[in-house]
Structure formats: C-alpha cells, structure tokens
C-alpha cells in the first residue's frame, strides 16, 4: 500500500528528547516498511526512518510550538504534494489541520487523536467527522467522545528494544514528561517529599503558564539533593535514568489520553506509581505492574510497597501489550478497511460522478 504518513511539524522524527507522538509515528513508519508498505513520511528535518521522506520544512520549529504559520506551511505543502502523489491513504498526526482540510483530498485520510477532549476540542472534530476516519488511542479517550467515525482504537507502541530492562533498582523515584500542572509535577514532589524519598525530575518546561508553573509551584522544593530537576533528557538518558529508578511517579491530573511514559517504564522493567485519570488503567495493571490510586495522598500509601512488584512482570506486559509490530498491523487493517470504503462512504458526491 502506498501510505503518507504526515506528522506534527513542531519535533524531528525521532526525536532527540521529548516528542511521544514523533517516537510512535518512528515506530510505526519502520515498522510498516519492514512489513512490505511503501511508506512516505511527511515531516520537518531532520529526519531518520526507514521511510521514503519529504522535508516540508527544513528545521523542525520547535520554539514556534503553536504557531499557526509554521502548521500551515508544513500541512499545506504535504497535501497539495499529497494531491496528486497517487497515495492510497493518508495517516495524519498532524493535529486540527489534517482533518479541517482532508475533505479537500482525493485519498482517504485516517487521523490518529492523540490528545484529550475539550467540548471545543469535541465540536472541532465532529465537524469533520464526515472527512477522515478516526482512531483512538486508549477506550477511555475513544468513550469520552463516542459520536466520532471511529475506525478503531490503537494502543501506541514502544521500542522495547531500546528500554534496557534492569531488575536491580536505585533508591530513587522517576518522574518523566512534560513539567506542569495537567502532568501533575507538584503532586509527584510532594509525595516525595512526604514519603521521604529522593525524586528526580526530568522533562521539558512550555514557555509561559508551565514555565511560571515551574517556577512557583517546584522551584520552592528544589533542594539538589533529594528532589532534583534535571532538565529535558535525551532518550539514551531517560532509559538510564528510569531503568535504575524503582518506580515512576506518574501524578496527572487530567484525562490522559495514553502516557507513553509509562508504556517505557514497564519496558525497562520499572513499576508505576499513578493517580487513576483517562487511560492510565489501561496502561498500568494495579497490584502487578504498579499501583493506582484516586489520590496523590492514597498513592503515597503504596511507595513503601512497591518491592512487591516484579520487575520481570512489568517487562512481560510491555512486550505483550505495546508491541510495534501489533500497532502497524492494526493500524494496516485500519488502511484497508478506510480505502475499500473509499470513495463511497466518505465522498458519496464523487461516487455519483464517477
Ligand atoms: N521525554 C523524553 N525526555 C524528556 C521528557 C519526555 O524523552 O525530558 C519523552 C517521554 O519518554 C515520552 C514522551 O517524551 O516518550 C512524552 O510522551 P507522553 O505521552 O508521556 O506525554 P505527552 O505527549 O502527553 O506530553
């Protein structure tokens, strides 16, 4: 099959530190390719797939994170490629202007929702309900908003390859991600703090709200020596650091529409420590390859327990549950099943004049 695969623009394909969505889409254009699929990959350089690649724009503008110019010239100029590239299907991850404008191509589009739902959010994407298919990536988030053309629910991979799988752990808590208030950084710090364990904390900072987040709400308990902020980690780093760590402390505090994270974390044999919010019980089985609570207060209760969990087990369920090969069969039934439909369902107009 001829697939274009057409990412976000803001992060290069794999990403150097963090960029969830950019390390599954890497995964599932390698892949693809290794499984016999002529694969385009449509994104910002630089870039390192086993995929065909179009460079939309040179340099990933990841300090334009938002800025509309930067999508528009990065989606507009891989659709009207797209247009007359002879593709059989379209996979978009690029966020709202894939769909906006996917009525507009002559080849079915598949869109991958890899955020949470808003009722904003939620108008946007029924409003195009009728131009490209939809998947999921967790049942919780595809039940948040059931009216969408669903063509599935793909659970996101990880490279279990690359996560070291260590059973001797550290003495010291993890917490991976985005620093803010959604991820709930503080909460994880204040576990810490009351269990009395050593938190390293490693990702990156938004400017603006996350980054005054940051600053009144985790620089006060910053101490350099049992809770430590580390800054963005390259992959290498993050696989060092959470393999040794005995468990990671995942606190959100909003509807979670996946948290690659903690998919990694298991693949390197590390248990989860998590507040119950969006897909984390999809992700993490409670009492075997972590513990969940309702509460950061009702979590803290299970630190001193985590020596009961085999990191053996968490391994096992990374291996079973997030395999590469499973997400790129999924998602290959997924593109089959939306161009056998094509163009009668989702262009009936077009089938009438065909
Ligand atoms: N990440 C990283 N280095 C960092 C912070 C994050 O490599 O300093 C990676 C993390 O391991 C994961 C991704 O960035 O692969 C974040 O994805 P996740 O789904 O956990 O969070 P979200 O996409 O919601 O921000």
Redesign the pocket.
């Known amino acids: 099959m001829r697939v274009a695969m057409l990412a976000p623009v803001w992060i290069p394909i794999p990403?150097?530190?963090?960029?969830?969505?950019?390390?599954v889409i890497k995964l599932l254009v390698d892949e693809l390719v290794r499984m016999g699929e002529d694969v385009t990959l449509f994104a910002a350089g630089p870039c390192r797939t086993r995929a065909w690649q179009r460079i939309m724009l040179d340099e990933a503008p990841t300090y334009h994170m938002g800025e509309t110019l930067y999508d528009a010239l990065h989606v507009g100029r891989a659709y009207r490629e797209i247009y007359t590239g002879g593709f059989d299907i379209v996979h978009d991850h690029s966020g709202f202007l894939g769909p906006a404008f996917a009525g507009m191509l002559p080849v079915p589009v598949v869109h991958t929702l890899?955020?949470p739902f808003t009722p904003e959010i939620r108008r946007f994407y029924e409003a195009f309900k009728d131009d490209c298919y939809y998947v999921a990536i967790s049942r919780r988030q595809l039940e948040s908003c059931p009216g969408l053309n669903y063509l599935g629910m793909v659970p996101?991979a990880?490279d279990v390859d690359e996560h070291r799988y260590l059973g001797e752990k550290g003495d010291y808590l993890i917490c991976?991600?985005?620093i803010c208030e959604?991820?709930g950084t503080e909460q994880a710090v204040l576990l810490a703090r009351e269990t009395g364990n050593r938190l390293l904390l490693?990702?990156?900072i938004d400017p603006g709200r996350d980054r005054d987040y940051f600053e009144s709400r985790v620089v006060p308990h910053l101490d350099g020596k049992m809770i430590l902020y580390?800054?963005?980690?390259?992959?290498e780093?993050?696989v060092r650091l959470?393999s040794r760590a005995r468990a990671l402390l995942f606190t959100v505090q909003w509807e979670?529409?996946?948290?690659?994270?903690?998919a990694?974390a298991l693949a390197c044999g590390t248990p989860v420590l998590a507040t119950r919010w969006g897909a984390v019980p999809e992700v993490v089985e409670h009492g075997v390859t972590g513990f969940l609570a309702d509460s950061p207060r009702e979590l803290a209760s299970y630190v001193e327990r985590i020596d009961e969990l085999d990191p053996l087990d968490c391994r096992r369920a990374a291996e079973e549950h997030f395999s590469p090969g499973a997400m790129a069969a999924s998602y290959l039934d997924i593109y089959h099943y939306a161009s056998d439909m094509h163009p009668t369902r989702l262009w009936p107009h077009r089938a009438h004049t065909a």
């Open positions: 990403p150097e530190g963090y960029g969830g969505i950019e390390r890899h955020g996101n990880v991976v991600g985005r959604a991820k490693a990702g990156k580390l800054g963005e980690v390259s992959q780093e993050k959470v979670e529409p996946f948290g690659l994270v903690m990694e």
